[in-house]
T-cell receptor, first 116, second 116 residues
């Protein structure tokens, strides 16, 4: 299957700092990348959809000025959590869509963010 | 509103038995359906996808799709303790229909426990 990497896998930061998470599709060009958030024992929540070279589409209730998404190439998307607060602590997972007819999504391993 | 419904479980089966996981979806425009497995603390892993009515088999896994009933299921034969995880069902429109960006609608997942 397709491989998606995510970096870092774990980050601990102080409240008020910004954190950047990278998502890369390693062996295919992703037409679209997605960013999800998952709180403990809860389901995946789609935060935003990102297409290369265009602005991300954010889901309702997700602050676009707080969660900055940049999709610089067909293999790289970044999520920056600006001025992070403890309530932003969560498991952030990206996925990349293959673009093949049925558009399977392949997930990165996730980034666990802890804001102190 | 497009929804994917799953029984949250937990579904408990003995080792060696068949585990049956079910899912219904509301969007009649959905063309492709995916089953993901998520171990605790990890990101989802694609098990298989299906887009035609009927059954699709891959090793111990069989996906079943009934578009008329808007129903998808996953059967796991000879269940093993290592199959214990949360199983996510997702529905999406293929890129060939409706200009979709490939968003998938995820269910909240069914927790499966396979007892030795």
């Amino acid at each position: 299957g397709a491989v998606v990497s995510q970096h870092p896998s774990r980050v601990i930061c102080k409240s008020g700092t910004s954190v950047k998470i990278e998502c890369r599709s390693l062996d295919f060009q992703a037409t679209t990348m997605f960013w999800y958030r998952q709180f403990p024992k809860q389901s995946l929540m789609l935060m935003a959809t990102s297409n290369e070279g265009s602005k991300a589409t954010y889901e309702q209730g997700v602050e676009k000025d707080k969660f900055l998404i940049n999709h610089a190439s067909l293999t790289l998307s970044t999520l920056t959590v600006t001025s992070a607060h403890p309530e932003d602590s969560s498991f952030y997972i990206c996925s990349a869509a293959s673009g093949r007819p049925y558009n399977e999504q392949f997930f990165g391993p996730g980034t666990r963010l802890t804001v102190l | 509103q497009k929804e994917v419904e799953q029984n949250s479980g937990p579904l408990s089966v003995p080792e060696g038995a068949i585990a049956s996981l079910n899912c219904t979806y509301s969007d009649r425009g959905s063309q492709s359906f995916f089953w993901y497995r998520q171990y605790s603390g990890k990101s989802p892993e694609l098990i298989m996808f299906i887009y035609s009515n009927g059954d699709k088999e891959d090793g111990r896994f069989t996906a079943q799709l009934n578009k008329a009933s808007q129903y998808v299921s996953l059967l796991i034969r000879d269940s093993q303790p290592s199959d214990s995880a949360t199983y996510l069902c997702a529905a999406g429109r293929s890129v060939n229909y409706g200009g979709s960006q490939g968003n998938l609608i995820f269910g909240k997942g069914t927790k499966l426990s396979v007892k030795p």
